[in-house]
C-alpha cells in the first residue's frame, strides 16, 4: 500500500476524531468561547483542504505535519491538569467513554499522521536534490 494513501486516510481519521473531540468538549462546557470554535473550524478546513487538495505536494504534507503537532498537542493539554482531564468532571459524566476513546484515538493517529508526513517531506527534498550537470564531450 503507498504511503500517501495510509498518510491520507490517517489524517482524515485525525481530522475526524478532532472534530468529533471538539464537539466533546462543546457539550461538557469546557470550551464555551465561540471564538475558538471558529478558529477550531478554520484549522480543520486548512488541514482538510491541505489532505485533500495539496496531499503530495511540499504545502500539503506541512500542513498535514502540522496539523497532526495540533492533534497531539490536544492530547497533551488534556492528559495534564490544563486540560481538565484529571479534574474529575468528565470521568464522572456518562459520555466519558467516548470522550477519552476519541481522545487516545486522536493521538495515535496523529502520531501515525506526523510520521508519515515528515517521512514524505523527507522523501520531497531528496528526490528534489540538484542534479550534476552533463559533461560535454
Do not use: Q
Not at 504534507?61 to 474529575?88: D, E, K, N, Q, W
Not at 486522536?106 to 527534498?125: D, P
Amino acid at each position: 500500500m503507498k504511503r500517501t494513501i495510509v498518510l491520507t486516510s490517517m489524517s482524515l481519521l485525525s481530522i475526524l476524531l478532532l472534530s468529533l473531540h471538539l464537539t466533546d468538549d462543546i457539550v461538557y462546557g469546557t470550551d464555551k468561547s465561540a471564538a475558538l470554535n471558529v478558529i477550531a473550524a478554520a484549522v480543520l478546513v486548512i488541514w482538510l483542504y491541505g489532505t485533500l487538495v495539496l496531499g503530495e505536494r511540499r504545502s500539503g504534507y506541512a500542513i498535514m505535519l502540522l496539523g497532526s503537532l495540533l492533534g497531539m498537542g490536544v492530547f497533551t493539554i488534556h492528559v495534564s491538569r490544563a486540560g481538565g482531564l484529571s479534574a474529575g468532571t468528565i470521568a464522572e459524566s456518562s459520555g466519558a467513554f467516548f470522550f477519552v476513546w476519541t481522545l487516545l484515538a486522536l493521538a495515535v493517529t496523529s502520531i501515525c499522521s506526523a510520521i508519515l508526513a515528515a517521512h514524505g517531506l523527507w522523501n520531497l527534498r531528496r528526490s528534489k536534490s540538484p542534479r550534476a550537470a552533463p559533461t560535454s564531450s
